[in-house]
């Protein structure tokens, strides 16, 4: 096959399949190739994102967070229930589903905008040629007008804790075991062993945390890191900052962990499963040959500019395999983003406004510049807080734990970040994302009208308190 695209896609997850849709709607002719199979060895779509990243790990969060709430949080409503107890086979079974409606769905959207899905491997040649060999084996040469690369990301491996896919497990693993571990270790304390860490703590296990650096979720603004560190030490997971592991061995069907603390003393944990979630590495094994003119930098990401474009003309770039944090929204609107120039649209993404999200209970959120940051950049600024315990709907659904933090400029008001530990975090700091795109002051949030009684009140007070005008707690005094 010797066929002419205007635009090839190499990947779909969620920046190579929405880049797709994006360039057929505006009327190109699209190729996506993706090298993903499902058990059964049929191609399939949606990348780390759809098969074993977002949303089956948000399954298990949803599962497991009912059985913790329906074994620990009715008895405080009159509520009482007999024996509960969980059934891991039905819960997977519940998340391979919403995994396969939700891979299903991308195929037919391709149909219904005219993409052709190619199921196989691409390799980027020179001149803007792809190499596609099909999951048979049958190797043939693509033109494309413009080549949009979106291979991704992969686990990052560490020597001293080699996965096995048993006993050793990566975040794609801790999405299958099948049985509660008794003990359950995590290598990194980072967004993802949260999350996994939680599912299985929810479901029983005594979750014990190793992770290298003295401060926790450190690239979060320090004050909501600290009320997060605390609340979910008071859920009982067992976080251990300033812990490097340098070692494990197996003995007797059991995970032995070495780890070294910042002072330098030695300790050992066993468990029964372990999960390694130190992040992620761009993922580009055999994704372009030598000549295509690409060439990896010293992180092993493909080096682009703001717009994507790699130095390669016509070529581009986006998603996990570039710089930038490894979120599926971001890679999706640099899809957009890239597609609509290539149409000869002047499409731009704000990355200062790109919200983060970590999916406990609560949840944690941020958007835009935490405070450390704006203190660096000698911006005067002002901080209005809001705690969820004197929120009269928060109290009502008995979830009161964490607070809302918003900074604003001193001068213009202009809202510049705003952090979250909380009920609904994800929802209500989008809220702030918008005001933020809009270019909102805080009193612009102050003066809108908020339903009651709702948690996103939160964000109202918080909003008001940074001018020293909330109503629902004391103001701090300002000098
Ligand atoms: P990917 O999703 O990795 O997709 C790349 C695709 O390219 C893959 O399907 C791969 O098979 C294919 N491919 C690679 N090389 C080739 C080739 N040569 N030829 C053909 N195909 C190829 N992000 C969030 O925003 N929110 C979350 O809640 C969240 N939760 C996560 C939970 C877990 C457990 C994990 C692991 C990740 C999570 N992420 C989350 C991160 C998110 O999954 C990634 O940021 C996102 O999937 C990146 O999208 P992408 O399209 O760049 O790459
Ligand atoms: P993230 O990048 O958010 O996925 O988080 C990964 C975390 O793993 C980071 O906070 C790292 O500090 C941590 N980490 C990496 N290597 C080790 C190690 N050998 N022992 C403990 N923690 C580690």
Not at 171 to 189: D, H, N
Request: charged share 20%; aromatic share 4%; glycine share 12%.
């Amino acid at each position: 096959m010797s066929e002419n695209f205007d635009v090839i896609v190499i990947g779909s997850g969620p920046a190579g399949y929405v880049a797709a849709i994006r360039a057929a709607q505006l009327g190109m002719s699209v190729a996506c190739i993706e090298k993903w199979r499902s058990k059964d060895g049929r191609g399939i779509n949606g990348g780390t994102c759809l098969n074993v990243g977002c949303i089956p790990s948000k399954a298990l969060l949803d599962s497991s967070h009912r059985f913790h709430d329906t074994k620990k949080e009715l008895a405080v409503h009159g509520i009482s229930t007999s024996e509960v107890s969980i059934d891991i086979g039905a819960m997977m079974a519940r998340k391979e589903k919403i995994v396969s409606q939700l891979t299903g769905g991308i195929g037919q959207l391709f149909k219904a905008n005219g993409v052709t899905g190619l199921y196989g491997t691409g390799k980027l040649l020179a001149n803007k040629q792809v190499e596609f060999t099909s999951h048979v084996g049958a190797i043939s040469v693509l033109n494309g007008g413009h080549v949009i690369l979106a291979s991704g990301s992969l686990p990052i491996e560490i020597p001293m804790a080699p996965v096995d896919g048993s006993l050793i497990v990566d975040s794609t693993g801790a999405l299958e075991i099948e049985t509660v571990p008794r003990r359950l270790g995590v290598i990194g304390a980072g967004v993802i062993g949260l999350e996994l860490g939680s599912v299985w703590a929810r479901l029983g296990s005594e979750v014990v945390l190793l992770e290298a650096l003295d401060e926790f979720l450190s690239i979060m603004d320090k004050g909501i890191a600290r009320e997060t560190l605390k609340i979910f030490t008071k859920q009982g997971l067992d976080i251990r900052l300033g812990a490097r592991v340098v070692g494990t061995q197996i003995n007797d069907g059991e995970v032995h962990v070495n780890y070294r603390t910042t002072e330098g003393s030695e300790h050992t944990e066993v468990f029964d499963k372990l999960i390694v979630c130190v992040g992620r590495r761009a993922y580009t094994t055999g994704l372009f040959a030598d000549d295509s003119g690409i060439q990896l930098d010293e992180r092993g990401t493909i080096p682009v500019n703001e717009q994507c474009e790699t130095g390669v003309p016509g070529v581009y770039a986006v998603g996990d395999l570039v710089r930038g944090p490894m979120l599926a929204h971001k890679g999706s609107e640099e899809g957009v983003m890239v597609a609509e120039r290539i149409a000869g649209h002047s499409a731009q993404l704000n990355y200062a406004i790109v919200p983060n999200v970590i999916y406990t209970h609560p949840e944690v959120a941020s958007v835009g510049e935490t405070e450390e940051q704006v203190k660096a950049s000698g911006v005067p600024y002002n901080v209005g807080t809001f705690p969820f315990a004197a929120s009269g709907r928060a109290l009502a659904a008995n979830d009161t734990d964490g607070m809302v933090k918003i900074i604003a400029d001193a001068n213009s008001d202009r809202v510049l970040g705003c952090h979250i530990v909380g009920p609904s975090a994800a929802d209500l700091v989008q809220q702030v994302a918008i005001a933020m795109e809009f270019g909102s002051s805080s009193e612009d949030l102050g003066m809108t009208v908020f339903g009651h009684p709702t948690l996103s009140e939160t964000v109202h007070e918080a909003a008001l308190a940074v001018n020293g005008n909330a109503i629902h707690k004391a103001n701090r005094k300002r000098g």
